[in-house]
């Protein structure tokens, strides 16, 4: 992909709610350290030091938000809480949700080995756009972004309920030593262009269909399903 702004990121500024005065913070965020490397003769260089403030930012952004919201926990359950919100798969998952992946600038080597779905680089992407958001509009621009796409999980972890893996308890409830029920994922729609796909997945639990979700990646939809299917069986 070529190192410039284009519409497809412009679509990623509409999804977090946030557009970049200086477009050089966002492709910066987005740049890797493999294309950086193939790229150093014409002075371009890697998300790495974005990333390192990202994390800090997260850090205290999420810490601050569970700090003011459970004020009858002390600092060892806040530490594990927040790690729980800033680990690598939940900002990989965030970033897949807003479809980071497709945007990155990779070296041709980490292009052939899977880059765009690489968790590590996911997750590292998402603090280095953090950071971008703080240097290009300041602390308020980036703290209303990183509370929007991580609210749902800060609400998750508070309540005890952050999962990641929504797939394997699904699986995991439907096989117990008293029943056995069988679950099946079935891909019912592909919609969009090759980097803006999204796809549409079906729960059929016992060859009955229980839910539909829909995600930029088959694994986020099927995930999303799987939640929603464990939602309703708890009802």
């Known amino acids: 992909m070529e190192r410039?702004?284009?519409p497809e990121h412009q679509k990623l500024e509409k999804r977090i709610s946030y557009t970049f005065t200086d477009k050089e913070f966002l492709l910066l965020a987005l740049t890797h350290?493999?294309?950086a490397y193939e790229h150093r003769q014409t002075g371009v260089?890697?998300?790495q030091r974005l990333e390192?403030?990202?994390d800090a930012i997260l850090d205290f952004i999420v810490g601050e938000e569970m700090y003011k919201r459970r004020s009858d926990w002390n600092e060892g359950k806040l530490s594990k809480t927040r790690a729980l919100v800033v680990c690598e798969k939940t900002l990989a998952k965030e970033a897949e949700k807003l479809g980071v992946g497709a945007l990155l600038f990779l070296g041709k080597g980490e292009e052939g080995t899977g880059g765009r779905d690489k968790i590590s680089t996911l997750a590292d992407t998402m603090e280095s756009l953090f950071a971008a958001i703080y240097l290009d509009g300041g602390f308020d621009s980036a703290k209303k972004v990183v509370l929007s796409c991580l609210e749902p999980y800060i609400d998750q972890a508070l309540k005890?309920?952050?999962i990641f893996d929504y797939k394997s308890r699904?699986?995991?409830?439907?096989?117990t030593k008293h029943e056995t029920h069988q679950v099946l994922f079935d891909v019912v729609n592909e919609d969009g262009p090759v980097h803006d796909r999204t796809f549409e997945v079906a729960v059929l639990i016992d060859g009955r269909e229980i839910v539909r979700a829909k995600g930029r990646s088959k694994k986020q939809a099927e995930q999303e399903a799987s939640r929603l299917a464990l939602?309703?069986?708890k009802t």
């Open 45 to 47: 260089v890697s998300n």
């Open 231 to 233: 939602d309703l069986w």
């Open 160 to 162: 005890g309920e952050l």
């Open 52 to 54: 390192f403030l990202g």
């Open 170 to 175: 699904l699986l995991e409830k439907a096989q």
């Open 33 to 35: 350290s493999t294309y």
């Open 4 to 6: 410039k702004y284009l």
